[in-house]
Structures are given as structure tokens and as C-alpha cells.
């Protein structure tokens, strides 16, 4: 929606609120000032004033007081007789109150009106409160009135006010004395169901006890007290003995939910007294109630015992208050406490007013003070709730911090993975040496079991975030048992443990199931058996049973170690918690995994179990029902992995030499591990090292799929494909993007959807999940499906170069690396593997040293410098942290980890913008960086290795080769025409150019390196 129509709208909402305040103060004013336009009705009313007498039993008569009190027993008829003084006017009536008594008017000794419930009466021993009216005629002038009353209650004898008027100037008369309390009534009756209301809908959204909600009850019990005991009541309700029995039983259950309100906001510190109270309440109801419905005793004789009821859970509640005063824990709910306090003052009062009042009752005060503590509750309820949101607000931020760390450990952990079995691949595939391919194998099997750890540990936040989820495939369940045992034997022969595996040999060999989730299942449960047992076995038994074409299988650990107490045992599948804490306090452990295990498992359809004994060990099993793709018996496990080995081979799936894609990575090792995967499908790929460079490619080339990896510096994949989506009429307007990364958490794949990329593909790539999608994606057109003999035998080109590779591979021990300050050759040995090749990496960083230092610091010139730059100083600052990313990357490939912390630190820095980190901490790095150009010639070959250039026709014929090599991006080839150039020493200018080509080819740089290629072509030709 636009900005106009959006102030359109916000116009509409202020003229519509203006005119309901308008309309508003119309109504005010109109009643309150302007004169009434409607007829004049005759409201007639005013208190009886005649002179009465009690008649006694004996014919004795005394002066009576009406309204008041005559002396009587209870049960005793009580007479009082008046003279009529006065003419009546034509449908005028006098109007009594029976107070629980039965009544009778006579006029001259003819029953003109009657109020007796004796036969009547449902329950009880006496009527209820009713207003009666008696019809007086204008020939009733100087007659005598009687009335008789007569009650089995505290009421007997009592009299009040006498009405003279017409019936509707009687109700207006109580309007105006009565109307606010029945006002108050319903108001408080509302106020209570919309805090009843709210509280569940709160309860709901929040999935918390909200306390407000018993509060609401209480104060909803008062107002159908109010409403029930009003003078107005005969005018609403029909029995008036259901109606008296609900005004008491409403008293009775009042405190209830008080205590239950009062249990809630003091944490239930004080929980014992407060049952006993609400016991005590509940029992005074059940007995009052019994005693009144069996007319034994009255509620209104009971009264008294329930207003000390009531009194003592006041008390409590006051003394319960005082005390968290005392321990300073009434800060917790210091706004509650005001109302509650103004409440019980409300209470004591009404109390009070009640037993002193010999006249109309109201309960006006007991109601204003419940709106009150409602009122203050509410604002507390309000501010809890705003402490929730504050919570949830930081949990989300802090859910997303942690998102962003995953995505950030997933990134940096799978990418050398990614290398690691995309280089296995290759090995598996070109390789005919059955002990290396045997190796490559178990290569292949121990990363992807790391890989499955890292996801492991990765999907914490799909558990958390509610977005696990049961993945089936087919798998082999032989090789997987392997694995596993393969892995934790090492364990335990590392603790002298005897590690036993069990396997019926006639369970089916392929399964179809989550292969990772059982994986995880199974390590985890195993890896905690050897962790917990000092001595002794661990004993790993897998068995089942075939039904209606699935497999029951029963997996089985028990252990030797040290058993977990029978108390103990509840704990066991609770997270972060750990058992037998002292004893254990050596062994590593968050407390998660068990817990993991049993939510997984329960997620299978399976559960845990354990048999346990303290000091002796521990048994976990489980069943778990997968269905059986293979039913060939997977027999011994160790002769079926070697089948496995000698049975490997690999055939491209399809090739496709007509298609075109681009890849795109600030990764050189991913490149390459990328374009070899697709080596056999004959497809060309060009490979681009940044998303500026991806936009200008698009911009000239049509590709058929384009590979886009998210995080990349200067403009990273997102930016890059939004930027390609704002472009019109380009030749990729159509091509589908990919997202080629690492960071593969809960909901990534969902959010690069949702960002636009058409496929979604993680590292490490999984060779036959990227021919699947290529296949999947490419036009049909471009796809040739030659499916001959499997890649086993390489051809004559590829094995000489896997001759070359085993002499390089042989040789490799022999190649010394000389010791140099700063430079940790073993970790450099992690990331190559080769001696030979971290050799030759360390000449390539010696090479460009210089470059890389010169660049930084023009950066660093210009950010400091204080002269203006065509430039802003974000976009420098950008260069400055895309240059330091290189420079951590090179440093960390030789093992230079003084340089690759300080040059992380300074990536972070430029991310974050802290300029003056930047300021202080450069000049050292590039003191630092610059000092490895003397340490490092130690790695560099003698000069006479090098070969005096004699004709240098070799020289450009090679720069002619190099040059189209680099434009098709065929990265090995001008690897070695520069190894070709770099073995010939030149003049200095020469010598320079040629170093800054050899890092624009070691950097992928087609742009520069074509560009620095006819920069030599033209100094060799002059």
C-alpha cells in the first residue's frame, strides 16, 4: 500500500473517532442542560408517615415505630395497625418490605394483599426480601390498615420504611436511592468476565498461568452477589427463593478465589495455610448449604459464621503480606498488594456496615473496592505481560544471534569438508589401486560420519525451534552399523575397553529410514557407555524380526560402568541435566544428548529404555520399525564393506557438452572441487570469484544454471541475485539460480527460496545430489544419456597423471619443509594433505606478499590519510575488508596463524566498523605481514635452479597459450604453462610482472591476468 493511500486511510480514522466524541458530548449535554420534550409522567412517591401500633396478642396496644423494630420472638406474629388519614388518590398503593417474613395486609379486616410462602416455599425456613404492594381506593379514607408479619428468622418484628405512591413513582424512588448500586453491580459483573476473558486469552497466547483469571472469578461472584441482593432483583428473577440462595452461596464461595489469587502472586510460599483456609470455606458451604436446603437452619443464621470465615481469610491474607514485607519479597507484586490491601479495607467495612445497619443493605463499598484491586491488577497483569514481550523479544534476537552463529560455524566447518570429500570423489572415481580406493573409502565413510555430527549439531536449533523433521531414505544398514563401530572402538581401545558388536547376520541389508537420525542415536548412546565405564565392556547387540515387510529391529547397548541410581532415573532424559554430578565432574557432557536421543526416538515412533543397577552398569535399548528395501542378509559385516570397496565405480549419470554454467564462489578450492565433480559430464563452467564479477558475466554470456554462493565479500549472494533480478533484458533473464553454500541450518532452505533462488544445494556437495539437480534443471535438449561401462579404468592422459600424482604422493615424505619463525607447517599439512604442494603454496605467498601489503595499505591511506577520495569511506572500508579476507584465507592455507588472527581481527573490525581498531592495529599487521617476505626466502628455490631465458619466442608462445586458458577458465592448464613461465629468471621489471601474473593466476583472475599478459607481451616485443 502506498504512502497516500496510508494517510488516506489514518485521515479516515481521525474524522471517525472525532465524530464519536462529538456524538458523545451531544448526549451530555442534552440531558444535563437542554429541557425535557417528553410528556410529564406522574411519578408519585413519598415515605408513609401515618401514626402505627402494635396490637399484642392479650388486645393490648402500644405505640409502634415503622420503620423499626418491634420486640418478638422468632416465629411470633407481629401486628401493627395504622388509621388511614387521607384520601387516596385513584391508583395509589402503599409499598411494604418483607424482610423474610410472610406478610399480610387488611383494610378494616378485608385481606387486600398477602406474601406467605408456607406451603409454598421450595426450601428454607423463611421467604426471601420482596417489595409488596397493597392497592389503596379513595373510599378508604379513615379505615384501618393491619399488617401482620410473622418469621422464623433474626427479621422477626422488624419493619421498614413504608411507600405511599403509584408503582412506577415507587421504582423511580429506588432508582434514585438504589439505581448506582445496581449500576456498580453489573459493571463489576462485567469488569470480572472480561478479566476472565482476557486472562485465558493470555493464558493461551503466552502458555503461562495468568493469576488475573482467579482475581476475575472473585470478582465476578461479587457482582451476581450484588445483582441478587439488589432492591431491583424481584424485577429481574422470578423465584426469589433461588434468588436468595445464590446471594449466599455467592458470600460463601467469595474468598476463594481471593486465596487462590493471593496463592498465585506469592509464588506459593505460603500454600499449606492458604488450602487450609479454602478447606475451612469450602466446608462452611457444604454444611450451610446441607442445613438450609433441609430447612433446619436458615442461611441468614448462619451469617455470622460466615462473615468470620470471611474475616479470617482476610487475616490471612493481610498476615501473609506483612510477612513478605518483612523477607522483602512483596517488590515482587508490590502493585498487587495495594489493591489487595484496598480490597480487604472494603471488606471490613461492608462488614461491618451490614451487622450495624438495622435499614436497606448495599454493597456498594465491597464492590468499589474490588473495581479497585481489579483496576491495579490489571495494570500488573499489564506490565507482566510487557516483561513477557520484553523476554520474548530477547529471546527471538537471541535465537537469532544464534542462528547467525550456526550459519557462520556451519559455513566455516563444511567448507573444508566440502574439499575434503569432493577431492575423495575424484579419488574414488580416477583412481585403480584397490588398497587407495579401499582408503578412499574409509575416507569417504569418516566424513560424511563427521559431516552427520556437524548436522547433528547444527539441527539443535531445529529441536528447539520446533522444525525437526523425520527425513527417510534407503540406506545401506551394514555399511552404517560399521561405521559405528568403526568409530566407537577407537574409544574404547583408547580406555582399554573390550568393545563387543552383536549383529544377527540375517537382518535385510538396506533399509529404508532417516539413516542420520538413527546414526546419531545410536552414537550417542554408545559414545556415553564408554564414557561412563572405567573398566570392563561395552557391548554394542543389534537383532530383530521381520513383519509384514518391515524390520522390527532391536538395538541394544550395555555397558559396565557405573549404573545410575533409582532416583535418579527421572532425570535421565531431561535436558542440561547431569546424574551423579561429584562423582562424574571429569566427565565432558552438556546433559543434551540423552534428551535429544529420546525426542528423536519418540519422533521414530519408538521410545528409550533402561535397566540400570548402581555400580554394576547400565542397558539402553530400543525397537525401532524400518521398512526393508533389500531383503538379502547383511552376513558379515567386515567381508560386505570390502565388497563394497572392490565394487566402486562411477559413471557420470549424463553429458551435457552443449551446457553452459557459471559457478560462483570467493572460494578457489570450492571452484575446483566444484568443475571436478562435473569433470565427466563434459559441461563448461566458468568460475568467477566475486558477485560483481557474476553481474558483469551475466550481463555479456547466457548460462544454463549459475551456482551462487551466499557468503562472499563486498556484494554476497543474495545482494548479487536481487541485483541480477533489477536487471532487464540480459541473457540469464530466464536462468535459474542456485544456491551453492554452507550454511545449511534449520530453515535455510526456505529462506533462499523465499529470497529467489530456484534450488537450494549445500556444501559439502554430494556428488550425486549436483548431477541430480543438473540433470533435473538443464533443457532436455542438452542432455546426452550415454550410459557405457563405468569409470574404472582411466584413460592413458589420466594415468600418466595419476603416475605423476603417486610419484608426488610417494615422494611427498621426502619433501622437507624448513623451519620457519611464525609459520605452523602441520596445519598447513590439514588443509593440502601434500607436503609438496603447502611447499609450493608458501612460494606462491611469498610471491604476492608484496602486492597484497601495497593494496591493504593504499586502503588504509586513503581511510586515514584525511585527503578526499573519489570514493566514500564506506566503499573503501569495503575494499579494505575483502583484501584482509584474502589475506586471513592465504595465511591460514601455509599455516601462518599470527597473520590469520590478526587479520581476522581486523575483517571484524572493518565488518563491524570500528575504525579506530583498524587505525591502531594495521600498521602492526602490515609491519607483521612484511617481515614474512625475509622469512619465508628460506622456501624459495636457489637462484641457479632457475633458467637464463635464451629466445624469449618460448616465453610469448607460452603467454599465447595462458592467455585463452584463463579466458575458458581452465584453471589446471594455466597452472602449469605459469609453473612453465616461473622456471626462467628475468630482469627485474619483467620479473615483477611476471610475480603480480602469477598471483592473478592463482587467484583466478581472468580479467588481470589477460591484462598483465599483454603488458609482457609488450615489453618482451620492445
Known sequence: MGKSKRRAMDYVKCIFLSLVLLVGLFFLIGEMVLPADIPD????????????????????????????????????????????????????????????????????????????????????RTGAVVFVFVNLLPEDEGKTLTLVTESDSPYSGLQYTVYYGNRMGVWHQFAGQYGLELVVAFFTLLLGALSILGSVFLHIAYRRRIDLEYLGWGVVLAGVWLVT????????????????????????????????????????????????????????????????????????DTIRYIAVTSMLSILLMGVTMVMDVCRRKVKEYRIAALGVLGAALAACVQIVVYFLSAVQFSGVILALGLIFLLLISVIGTIQEILHIEKEKQQAILSSEAKAKFLANMSHEIRTPINAVLGMDAMILRENKDPKIKEYAVDIRNAGQTLLGLINDILDMSKIESGKMKIVPAEYDFSSMLHDIANMISLKAHDKNLNFHVLVNQQLPSRMYGDEIRIRQVLINILNNAVKYTE??????????????????????????????????LSKLFVEFE???????????????????????????????????????????????????????????????????????TYNASFTAPDAHLLVVDDNAVNLKVFCGLLKDTKVQIDQVESGMECLERVRKNHYDIIFLDHMMPEMDGIETLHAMKEMRDYPCKDTPVVALTANAVAGAKEMYLSEGFDEFLAKPIIPDKLENLIRRMLPRELLVFDMGEPVQKPSLEREESQQAVAVTE???????????????????????????????????FYRMLDTEADYLEDCYNQLFSGKESSESEEQVLNLYRIKVHAMKGSSALIGAMQLFGLAKTLE????????????????????????????????????????????????????????????????????????????????DEIEKVMEQLQIAVTDIDSDRAIELIDQLETMIMI
Not at 241 to 249: D, G, K, L, S
Not at 536 to 565: M, N, P, Q, Y
Open 41 to 124: 409522567n406522574d411519578y408519585q412517591c413519598e415515605e408513609y408517615r401515618g401514626e402505627w401500633v402494635r396490637v399484642k396478642e392479650d388486645g393490648s396496644r402500644v405505640p409502634a415505630l415503622v420503620p423499626g423494630k418491634c420486640e418478638a420472638l422468632r416465629g411470633e406474629t407481629v401486628t401493627v395497625e395504622t388509621t388511614l388519614d387521607f384520601t387516596p388518590a385513584s391508583g395509589s398503593c402503599l409499598c411494604f418490605r418483607s424482610s423474610k417474613q410472610d406478610m399480610w395486609i387488611y383494610v378494616n379486616g378485608e385481606l387486600r394483599e398477602s406474601y406467605d410462602t408456607k406451603e409454598s416455599r421450595l426450601f428454607g
Open 578 to 648: 547431569r546424574l551423579d554430578e561429584d562423582r562424574n565432574r571429569n566427565i565432558e557432557g552438556t546433559g543434551l544428548g540423552m534428551n535429544i536421543t529420546a525426542q528423536l526416538l519418540e519422533m521414530m515412533g519408538s521410545h528409550i529404555q533402561v535397566n540400570s543397577v548402581y555400580g554394576q552398569g547400565s542397558e539402553f535399548f530400543f525397537e525401532l520399525r524400518q521398512k526393508i528395501m533389500n531383503p538379502e542378509p547383511i552376513g558379515n559385516l567386515e567381508e560386505r564393506i570390502r565388497q563394497q570397496t572392490r565394487e566402486y
Open 535 to 568: 573398566q570392563g565392556s561395552v557391548t554394542f547387540r543389534v537383532d530383530g524380526r521381520v513383519e509384514e515387510g518391515d524390520a522390527i529391529l532391536l538395538f541394544s547397548v550395555k555397558d559396565t560402568g557405573i549404573g545410575i541410581k533409582e532416583e535418579d
Open 229 to 300: 441482593n439488589s432492591v431491583f432483583r424481584q424485577l429481574l428473577f422470578s423465584n426469589m427463593a433461588v434468588v436468595n440462595a445464590i446471594t449466599f452461596c455467592m458470600i460463601m464461595l467469595m474468598p476463594i478465589p481471593f486465596l487462590i489469587y493471593m496463592d498465585g502472586i506469592q509464588k506459593e510460599r505460603y500454600r499449606i495455610p492458604y488450602m487450609v483456609m479454602i478447606s475451612v470455606d469450602l466446608v462452611m458451604f457444604v454444611v450451610c448449604t446441607i442445613l438450609h436446603f433441609s430447612a433446619v437452619v436458615d442461611f441468614a
Open 908 to 987: 571484524y573490525a572493518a565488518r563491524d566498523g570500528k575504525i579506530a581498531v583498524i587505525e591502531h592495529l594495521t600498521p602492526l599487521f602490515l609491519q607483521e605481514w612484511r617481515s614474512y617476505k625475509e622469512k619465508l626466502k628460506v622456501c624459495m628455490p636457489p637462484e641457479e635452479e632457475r633458467i637464463a631465458v635464451e629466445d624469449f619466442a618460448v616465453i610469448l608462445e607460452y603467454l599465447d597459450i595462458l592467455k585463452p586458458a584463463m579466458e575458458e577458465q581452465d584453471i589446471d592448464e594455466a597452472d602449469r604453462i605459469m609453473e612453465a613461465l616461473m622456471q626462467y629468471v628475468y630482469e
Open 810 to 844: 610417494n615422494d611427498t615424505d621426502d619433501v622437507k619443509l624448513p623451519e620457519v619463525e611464525g609459520i605452523e607447517w602441520d596445519y598447513g599439512v590439514m588443509h593440502l594433505h601434500d607436503k609438496a604442494l603447502l611447499l609450493e603454496t608458501a612460494r606462491d
